[in-house]
């Protein structure tokens, strides 16, 4: 849909482009700062501060040696991969107990978060933190990864990932701000009540499409304000909100002008 | 303001171009009397008067949008592969209807605006004819002799579910393949005829290659015809019935105040067709709406979160969420899905049927045989304004039992404990609903009273010379008196049959029908407040002054008949 909004709004093509431009520079940095963290250039100082910061603030629920309770995961075999989706979306360390763990701002920089994902990644083998061209959106095919998203990720996403319900309080997010590493790292590792999509459901190709097909969406739409992209809902609201409630404010007005 | 009776000026002999052209129309068709009977009709003033008008101008607006997207969509369900401007649907396998949609929305000049104000001007044609609708109920504007237009109001309001359902449905992507395979659930869930008739509408297992091209032919020419005619009816009523008025100084059920339809009427009117217009056309032109290209093309597996029919189907949605799964029964290796059957077919059925009927049980229960052409205040008819509240209140409910999951999401609530308090609501707040409207109905009657007998209260407060206070009260104007006084107040019927013969002794058959409807024009009239009686404004009146302040509120002139 990139060459539509260019020819849609010519005026507003440079702004586009500005945007993503920023887009992509930001993804890209996203993308490569945690790369480095991969298995193979972590060095043992970073297994060793990881070690550390791990003691200090995620011993208390998952153990000593990450190998959890009765009521936390082991980390045991979870990879960089998990921890870097966790502490980097701000779900980890986690603060209140509800239906699923919330995000909020990280609370660990990229070092240090390169740091636990290298002390966890120590323990046992697991998924690694992909690199920035396995995440690069500009590489994926938006039309295949728009087939998969729909097939395996919109029955809790929604359509165009602007998330949806699940049972008891539990909720698929919103993908829109979401980072490409982010979402790459949450397909292989499933968090929480969402499935893991390993290399034979969805191949790495196929996951870089899902998330050219995820950046895709973050345009808006051609028609004008998407509205939240909620379907048909908040169409309704609005059609009374907007539409019934500026009617009938009209109609009381040429009603009044008579007497 | 003129009435009826007034009289039009003599016709004068035509001079200009445009009068001789129409003489000559006139000399051939008559058609002038015609226009000047029109030209004369009264219109009442009042903004709830406009409602069916929203109706009628969005229904233009409908047929203006519709003609230019039939000139492009093809209603096919042949695969094609689809090579447009959308990245995130290039190169694959999509049906003709799909294609052309897109065709439409990315390559026509100007489609997707057309698009998007059809849609708009959809949902906006359901919602002012159930406005429409409320307005009628709530003023009784269906009493004799319009019992029929309120028939033909319901058709069409049946008829604009079809059509947006069918309209819905065509562009074939996700979210109208869900609603037709849900439609195909529902008709596959009726006894012993359901899979025949699953398989006569979609021309086969769905979804077939049928239903489209079938839909579209619905679409576009059965139903926008039958709406065309039946408005056409609708319309003509008014005309011969005359509109109704609401009450007021000089307004009898024998007259009708208002403007003459031509000019001032014609011009307001005229007026309102370009603010409805213009209205849709800048939410069609701001708000995006049913984006297909997000859905996808169809395809029967994928169902996406948030997948909804639009509102005025979402009561539908709602409840089949709400029924519990286990109703389903097998009786002797027939399976019966009450789970479908009753959600999706016996609730929507006692929903219509009650606003079908409706019109026919109050005459039934009034035995009231006069034209009634002075609407009612709401709260002059407790009973009708309670039920009419609590329907809403189911219809509400339901609607919000179908967006269940967005309002888990943005309210943060969990959707199981929404799902179980809205299946304990539909029964329940319904019931207080009523009962709250009608308590409040009879307060402000009984305020109503007050307020007749011994007018406006004004703060100011006279000492006597004896020493008594007492606040001094400005009576009513004439107007705001006729309108506090001029409504009848039904009492309940009296039971028509005896339990036994007279004569014989033999039990009377008729006489359980007659004891079921004076049970329900108990349950109507039993609690009324009467208005107020020239003789008791004379009494109140006479001993308005000073001393009985007091004696006024005690509750032998509070004009409550009943428990
Ligand atoms: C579907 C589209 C509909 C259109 C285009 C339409 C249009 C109109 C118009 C323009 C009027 C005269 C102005 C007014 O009182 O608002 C009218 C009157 C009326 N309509 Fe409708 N209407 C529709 C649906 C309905 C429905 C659903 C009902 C009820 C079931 C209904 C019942 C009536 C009645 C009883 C009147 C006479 C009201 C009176 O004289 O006070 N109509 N309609």
């Known amino acids: 849909m990139k060459a539509l909004a260019a020819r849609r709004h010519h005026r507003f093509a440079p702004a586009v482009l500005l945007l993503l431009a920023l887009l992509v520079t930001g993804a890209l940095y996203a993308a490569l700062a945690p790369s480095q963290a991969t298995a193979e250039s972590t060095t043992a100082q970073d297994v060793q501060a990881g070690k550390a910061l791990f003691a200090a603030n995620c011993a208390t629920c998952h153990g000593v040696g990450a190998v959890g309770t009765s009521e936390t995961p082991s980390l045991v075999g979870v990879g960089a991969a998990a921890v870097d989706f966790q502490v980097s979306t701000g779900r980890m360390p986690m603060q209140m107990t509800g239906p699923q763990a919330e995000v909020k701002p990280a609370q660990f920089d990229a070092d240090q978060t390169r740091q636990l994902a290298a002390y966890v990644a120590s323990l046992a083998p697991g998924p690694s933190i992909p690199s920035a061209e396995a995440v690069d959106p500009t590489l994926g095919d938006a039309s295949n990864g728009a087939e998969i998203f729909r097939t395996n990720c919109a029955m809790c996403h929604n359509a165009v990932g602007a998330g949806g319900a699940l049972s008891e309080g539990k909720y698929a997010p919103s993908l829109w701000s979401t980072t490409p590493t982010q979402i790459y790292e949450a397909m292989v590792t499933g968090p929480q009540s969402m499935p893991v999509f390993n290399e034979n459901n969805i191949t790495p190709e196929e996951k870089r499409d899902v998330i050219a097909y995820l950046v895709e969406q973050r345009e808006g739409s051609a028609g004008g304000d998407p509205l939240g992209s909620l379907g048909p809902v908040s169409e309704g609201v609005w059609a009374w909100v907007i539409g019934i409630g500026a009617l009938i404010g009209a109609a009381v007005w040429i009603g009044a002008k008579s007497s | ?563």
């Not at chain 2, 009628?136 to 319901?154: C, D, I, Q, S, Y």
């Not at chain 2, 579910?161 to 869900?178: E, H």
């Open chain 2, 1 to 563: 303001m003129t009435t009826t009776e007034a009289t039009a000026p003599a016709p004068a002999v035509p001079t200009t171009p445009a009068g001789r052209a129409a003489d000559y129309l006139d000399q051939r068709t008559g058609i002038g009397v015609a226009v000047k009977a029109f030209a004369r009709k009264v219109f009442p003033d009042h903004w709830s008067f406009l409602l069916g008008e929203i109706a009628l101008y969005s229904f233009v607006v409908l047929i203006i949008t519709g003609i230019f997207l039939t000139m492009f969509f093809v209603p096919s369900m042949g695969l094609t592969t689809y090579d447009g401007p959308v990245t995130t649907l290039q190169g694959q396998t999509v049906s003709e209807a799909f294609n052309s949609t897109l065709r439409l929305s990315f390559e026509v000049r100007g489609g997707l605006l057309m698009r998007q104000i059809h849609h708009w001007a959809a949902l906006i044609f359901v919602a002012s004819a159930v406005t429409h609708m409320m307005r009628v109920f709530f003023t009784g504007a269906f009493r004799k002799p319009r019992e029929l237009n309120w028939m033909v109001g319901f058709t069409l309001l049946i008829l604009s579910l079809l059509a947006g359902f069918s309209g819905y449905s065509l562009p074939d992507d996700v979210l109208s393949g869900n609603g037709l395979r849900i439609t195909d659930g529902v008709v596959k869930s009726i006894p012993i005829i359901g899979s025949y008739l699953s398989y006569f509408i979609f021309g086969g297992e769905f979804p077939g290659h049928d239903i489209i091209p079938r839909l579209f032919t619905v679409h576009v020419l059965l139903i926008p015809g039958l709406i065309l005619a039946l408005v056409g009816l609708h319309l003509l009523f008014v005309v011969l019935h005359k509109h109704t008025q609401y009450p007021g100084g000089g307004r009898t059920d024998k007259n009708v105040v208002g403007f003459p339809l031509f000019p001032v009427y014609v011009a307001k009117a005229g007026g309102f067709f370009f603010v409805v217009f213009g209205l849709l056309a800048l939410m069609g032109g701001t708000m995006a709406i049913n984006n297909v290209w997000n859905y996808g093309p169809y395809d029967p597996s994928p169902v996406s979160a948030g997948a909804q029919p639009d509102w005025y189907m979402l009561f539908l949605e709602g409840s089949l969420r709400l029924m519990p799964g286990q109703a389903e029964v097998v009786i002797g290796g027939f399976t019966l899905s009450l789970n479908v059957l009753i959600p999706a077919v016996v609730i929507p059925g006692l929903l219509f049927t009650f606003l079908a009927l409706y019109p026919f049980v109050e005459a039934a229960i009034t035995k009231d045989k006069s034209p009634r052409n002075v609407l009612d205040r709401p709260r002059n008819v407790p009973t009708r304004t309670g039920l009419g509240v609590a329907f809403l209140t189911a219809f509400i409910i339901l609607a919000l039992a179908g967006s269940n999951d967005l309002i888990a999401t943005h309210f943060r609530l969990s959707i199981n404990s929404i799902t179980w308090v809205l299946r304990f609501a539909l029964f329940i707040a319904p019931v207080i609903a009523f009962w709250c409207t009608k308590r409040i109905c009879l307060g402000l009657q009984r305020k109503d009273r007050e307020l007749v007998l011994h007018g406006h209260e004004h703060g100011r407060i006279v000492r006597t010379e004896t020493g008594e206070y007492f606040e001094v009260h400005k009576p009513l104007t004439e107007q705001e008196r006729w309108l506090r006084v001029n409504y009848t107040a039904h009492a309940p019927l009296e039971l028509s049959e005896a339990a036994y013969d007279a004569t014989t002794g033999e039990k009377n058959p008729r006489y359980r029908k007659a004891k079921r409807w004076s049970a329900l024009s108990r349950f109507f009239f039993q609690d009324r407040i009467e208005p107020v009686t020239p003789a008791e404004l004379e009494a109140a009146q006479h001993h308005a002054h000073p001393a009985p302040e007091l004696a006024a509120r005690q509750p032998e002139t509070d004009g409550r008949v009943g428990s």
